[in-house]
């Protein structure tokens, strides 16, 4: 029964950083000048806000954003991955607690990574319109000498 009780209690505590961290994150999304289509793609569905807006994500997920808006130039951008500081902490108390079962667990669910970066801010650039190329007129072509 004892060993029973260590089994279970070992598994409660796997992943020690899925446990105080979560695997989701809230990502917040801002563009200049605001207004702007921001879609976003590696979610489980592909999701569109009007910045600002925020989302949430998994941790493990690949993500980038394109930002969209009539009169400007569309821009994009990819999130990576980092392990901050209380995400080493996570996986460290797997050493104590949550042993091989937990280091799995965070690394499977990326319960120790955040989205870099984060917030995403930024400056949409206007589109350049270049005015439609004037067309020369042909100079008048020369009376052909043979005819």
Request: hydrophobic residues 40%; charged residues 15%; positive net charge.
């Amino acid at each position: 029964m004892r060993v029973v009780g260590i089994v279970t209690l070992s598994f409660m505590l796997a992943g020690c950083a899925s446990v105080t961290r979560g695997t989701t994150e809230n990502i917040a999304i801002a563009s200049t000048p605001s207004g702007a289509e921001a879609v976003v793609s590696g979610l489980e569905v592909p999701t569109t806000c009007t910045t600002p807006c925020a989302i949430v994500a998994k941790r493990n997920a690949d993500i980038s954003i394109t930002f969209q808006k009539e009169g400007y130039e569309s821009q994009f951008v990819q999130l990576t991955r980092e392990t901050p500081a209380a995400g080493a902490a996570g996986l460290a108390g797997n050493i104590i607690a949550g042993g091989l079962i937990g280091i799995g667990v965070d690394a499977a669910t990326g319960a120790a990574t955040d989205h870099k970066p984060n917030p995403v801010i930024v400056t949409l650039q206007p589109s350049v319109r270049r005015p439609p190329a004037l067309k020369r007129p042909r100079p008048p072509r020369a009376p052909d000498a043979g005819t």
